[in-house]
Protein backbone atom coordinates (compact mmCIF):
# COMPACT_ATOMS: atom_id res chain seq x y z
CA UNK A 1 0.00 0.00 0.00
CA UNK A 2 2.63 2.44 0.92
CA UNK A 3 4.57 1.64 -2.14
CA UNK A 4 2.45 2.59 -4.36
CA UNK A 5 0.55 5.24 -3.03
CA UNK A 6 4.72 6.88 -2.33
CA UNK A 7 5.15 8.58 -5.78
CA UNK A 8 1.63 10.66 -5.63
CA UNK A 9 2.28 11.55 -2.04
CA UNK A 10 5.54 12.89 -3.03
CA UNK A 11 4.12 15.12 -5.56
CA UNK A 12 1.37 16.27 -2.72
CA UNK A 13 4.16 17.05 0.12
CA UNK A 14 6.59 18.92 -2.27
CA UNK A 15 4.92 22.38 -2.35
CA UNK A 16 4.99 21.81 1.49
CA UNK A 17 8.11 22.77 2.44
CA UNK A 18 7.92 26.21 1.07
CA UNK A 19 4.90 26.73 4.17
CA UNK A 20 7.60 25.83 6.74
CA UNK A 21 9.08 28.44 8.78
CA UNK A 22 10.41 29.67 12.14
CA UNK A 23 9.30 27.71 14.76
CA UNK A 24 5.75 26.13 13.44
CA UNK A 25 8.27 24.01 11.53
CA UNK A 26 7.70 20.44 13.13
CA UNK A 27 3.91 21.18 14.24
CA UNK A 28 3.48 22.31 10.34
CA UNK A 29 5.25 19.50 9.29
CA UNK A 30 3.13 16.63 11.00
CA UNK A 31 0.31 18.26 9.63
CA UNK A 32 0.73 18.86 6.50
CA UNK A 33 2.40 15.17 5.43
CA UNK A 34 -0.89 13.38 7.17
CA UNK A 35 -3.05 16.11 5.66
CA UNK A 36 -1.75 15.49 2.12
CA UNK A 37 -1.66 11.51 2.75
CA UNK A 38 -5.44 11.73 3.20
CA UNK A 39 -6.22 14.39 0.34
CA UNK A 40 -3.80 11.79 -1.86
CA UNK A 41 -6.25 9.07 -0.29
CA UNK A 42 -9.43 10.04 -1.64
CA UNK A 43 -8.41 11.41 -5.13
CA UNK A 44 -8.54 8.63 -7.08
CA UNK A 45 -11.23 8.77 -9.78
CA UNK A 46 -12.58 5.60 -11.15
CA UNK A 47 -11.89 5.03 -14.93
CA UNK A 48 -14.13 2.71 -17.21
CA UNK A 49 -14.14 3.24 -20.82
CA UNK A 50 -16.17 4.85 -23.45
CA UNK A 51 -15.54 2.12 -25.75
CA UNK A 52 -17.42 -1.65 -25.57
CA UNK A 53 -16.47 -4.43 -25.43
CA UNK A 54 -17.12 -6.52 -28.02
CA UNK A 55 -16.80 -10.95 -27.38
CA UNK A 56 -18.71 -13.69 -29.37
CA UNK A 57 -20.87 -16.01 -26.98
CA UNK A 58 -19.05 -18.45 -25.39
CA UNK A 59 -15.67 -15.88 -25.03
CA UNK A 60 -14.02 -14.74 -22.02
CA UNK A 61 -14.77 -10.83 -20.97
CA UNK A 62 -12.41 -8.25 -19.39
CA UNK A 63 -14.26 -5.36 -18.81
CA UNK A 64 -11.60 -2.56 -17.98
CA UNK A 65 -12.01 -0.46 -14.84
CA UNK A 66 -9.01 1.15 -12.87
CA UNK A 67 -8.01 3.88 -10.43
CA UNK A 68 -6.45 6.87 -11.99
CA UNK A 69 -3.87 7.68 -10.35
CA UNK A 70 -3.16 4.43 -9.11
CA UNK A 71 -4.50 3.58 -5.72
CA UNK A 72 -4.04 0.11 -3.84
CA UNK A 73 -7.80 -1.10 -3.42
CA UNK A 74 -7.05 -4.22 -1.67
CA UNK A 75 -8.55 -3.81 1.16
CA UNK A 76 -11.62 -1.70 -0.42
CA UNK A 77 -14.79 -2.72 -1.34
CA UNK A 78 -15.50 -3.08 -5.47
CA UNK A 79 -18.53 -3.74 -6.39
CA UNK A 80 -19.68 -4.06 -9.89
CA UNK A 81 -23.29 -4.26 -11.07
CA UNK A 82 -25.09 -3.91 -14.03
CA UNK A 83 -29.08 -2.54 -14.77
CA UNK A 84 -29.02 -2.80 -10.73
CA UNK A 85 -28.16 -6.51 -10.34
CA UNK A 86 -24.69 -7.02 -8.80
CA UNK A 87 -22.44 -8.77 -10.62
CA UNK A 88 -19.73 -9.27 -8.03
CA UNK A 89 -19.26 -7.60 -4.95
CA UNK A 90 -15.40 -7.66 -3.33
CA UNK A 91 -15.23 -6.80 0.14
CA UNK A 92 -11.47 -6.72 1.42
CA UNK A 93 -10.67 -9.24 -1.11
CA UNK A 94 -13.38 -11.63 -0.33
CA UNK A 95 -16.08 -12.36 -3.40
CA UNK A 96 -19.69 -11.83 -1.07
CA UNK A 97 -21.53 -14.23 -3.49
CA UNK A 98 -24.71 -13.87 -1.91
CA UNK A 99 -25.47 -10.50 -3.15
CA UNK A 100 -24.80 -11.73 -7.00
CA UNK A 101 -27.25 -12.17 -9.34
CA UNK A 102 -27.56 -15.80 -10.53
CA UNK A 103 -26.89 -15.59 -14.16
CA UNK A 104 -23.48 -14.61 -13.11
CA UNK A 105 -22.74 -16.97 -10.66
CA UNK A 106 -19.26 -18.65 -11.21
CA UNK A 107 -18.33 -16.56 -14.14
CA UNK A 108 -16.62 -13.44 -12.86
CA UNK A 109 -13.49 -12.96 -10.65
CA UNK A 110 -11.04 -9.77 -10.59
CA UNK A 111 -7.62 -9.88 -10.79
CA UNK A 112 -6.00 -10.12 -7.66
CA UNK A 113 -2.69 -8.83 -7.99
CA UNK A 114 -3.60 -6.12 -10.02
CA UNK A 115 -5.61 -4.43 -7.41
CA UNK A 116 -2.95 -3.33 -5.70
CA UNK A 117 -2.60 -0.91 -8.94
CA UNK A 118 -5.98 -0.18 -8.55
CA UNK A 119 -6.92 -2.17 -12.07
CA UNK A 120 -10.55 -3.57 -10.57
CA UNK A 121 -11.30 -4.98 -14.36
CA UNK A 122 -13.79 -7.90 -14.39
CA UNK A 123 -13.40 -11.23 -15.66
CA UNK A 124 -16.79 -12.67 -17.28
CA UNK A 125 -16.19 -16.34 -18.33
CA UNK A 126 -18.55 -17.80 -21.00
CA UNK A 127 -20.71 -14.86 -22.34
CA UNK A 128 -24.31 -15.44 -23.17
CA UNK A 129 -26.29 -12.73 -24.94
CA UNK A 130 -28.32 -12.01 -21.57
CA UNK A 131 -24.59 -10.46 -20.89
CA UNK A 132 -25.09 -7.56 -22.75
CA UNK A 133 -25.67 -4.12 -21.35
CA UNK A 134 -24.88 -1.63 -19.14
CA UNK A 135 -21.49 -2.34 -16.60
CA UNK A 136 -20.88 -0.33 -13.56
CA UNK A 137 -17.76 -0.26 -11.42
CA UNK A 138 -18.06 1.59 -8.05
CA UNK A 139 -15.55 1.62 -5.43
CA UNK A 140 -17.95 3.42 -2.06
CA UNK A 141 -15.22 4.48 0.30
CA UNK A 142 -13.27 6.70 -2.51
CA UNK A 143 -13.58 10.52 -1.35
CA UNK A 144 -13.52 11.50 -4.97
CA UNK A 145 -16.50 12.90 -6.79
CA UNK A 146 -15.92 10.07 -9.55
CA UNK A 147 -16.27 6.77 -7.32
CA UNK A 148 -17.87 4.87 -10.72
CA UNK A 149 -17.03 4.04 -13.60
CA UNK A 150 -18.84 2.73 -16.73
CA UNK A 151 -18.62 0.46 -19.42
CA UNK A 152 -20.81 -1.80 -22.17
CA UNK A 153 -20.58 -4.85 -23.35
CA UNK A 154 -22.00 -5.97 -26.72
CA UNK A 155 -22.08 -9.68 -28.02
CA UNK A 156 -22.24 -10.71 -31.08
CA UNK A 157 -23.19 -14.70 -32.46
CA UNK A 158 -21.00 -17.04 -33.29
CA UNK A 159 -18.95 -16.18 -36.19
C1 LIG B 1 -23.61 2.50 -23.19
O1 LIG B 1 -24.68 2.36 -24.10
C2 LIG B 1 -25.75 3.27 -23.85
C3 LIG B 1 -26.90 2.91 -24.78
O2 LIG B 1 -26.45 2.63 -26.06
C4 LIG B 1 -25.24 4.69 -24.05
O3 LIG B 1 -26.26 5.62 -23.80
C5 LIG B 1 -24.09 4.93 -23.07
O4 LIG B 1 -23.54 6.22 -23.28
C6 LIG B 1 -23.02 3.89 -23.22
N1 LIG B 1 -22.06 4.03 -22.14
C7 LIG B 1 -20.73 3.99 -22.32
C8 LIG B 1 -19.90 4.14 -21.08
O5 LIG B 1 -20.20 3.83 -23.41
C1 LIG C 1 -5.91 -4.65 -15.71
O1 LIG C 1 -5.65 -6.03 -15.69
C2 LIG C 1 -6.06 -6.70 -16.86
C3 LIG C 1 -5.78 -8.18 -16.66
O2 LIG C 1 -4.44 -8.43 -16.33
C4 LIG C 1 -5.31 -6.14 -18.08
O3 LIG C 1 -5.79 -6.77 -19.24
C5 LIG C 1 -5.56 -4.64 -18.15
O4 LIG C 1 -4.80 -4.10 -19.20
C6 LIG C 1 -5.19 -3.97 -16.85
N1 LIG C 1 -5.57 -2.56 -16.92
C7 LIG C 1 -4.77 -1.59 -16.50
C8 LIG C 1 -5.32 -0.20 -16.60
O5 LIG C 1 -3.65 -1.81 -16.05
C1 LIG D 1 -21.26 -21.90 -21.22
O1 LIG D 1 -22.62 -21.56 -21.16
C2 LIG D 1 -23.47 -22.46 -21.87
C3 LIG D 1 -24.89 -21.91 -21.87
O2 LIG D 1 -25.12 -21.01 -20.82
C4 LIG D 1 -23.38 -23.83 -21.23
O3 LIG D 1 -24.21 -24.73 -21.91
C5 LIG D 1 -21.94 -24.30 -21.28
O4 LIG D 1 -21.81 -25.53 -20.61
C6 LIG D 1 -21.03 -23.27 -20.63
N1 LIG D 1 -19.63 -23.66 -20.84
C7 LIG D 1 -18.75 -23.68 -19.87
C8 LIG D 1 -17.35 -24.04 -20.28
O5 LIG D 1 -19.02 -23.42 -18.71
Known sequence: M???SLHTSLLCILPCPCLYWGRRRVNMNFL???TCLCV???QSDVIGSDKPVTVTVGDN???PCYLE?????RTLTVEWTRDGRFVLVSRHGEDYLDLQDENFRGRTSLFHEERIRGNISLKLTNVTEL???SYTCFVPRLQSQVRRGFINLTVGEYS
Open 131 to 133: DAG
Open 40 to 42: THG
Open 61 to 63: AIL
Open 69 to 73: PPFDV
Open 2 to 4: WKT
Open 32 to 34: LLF
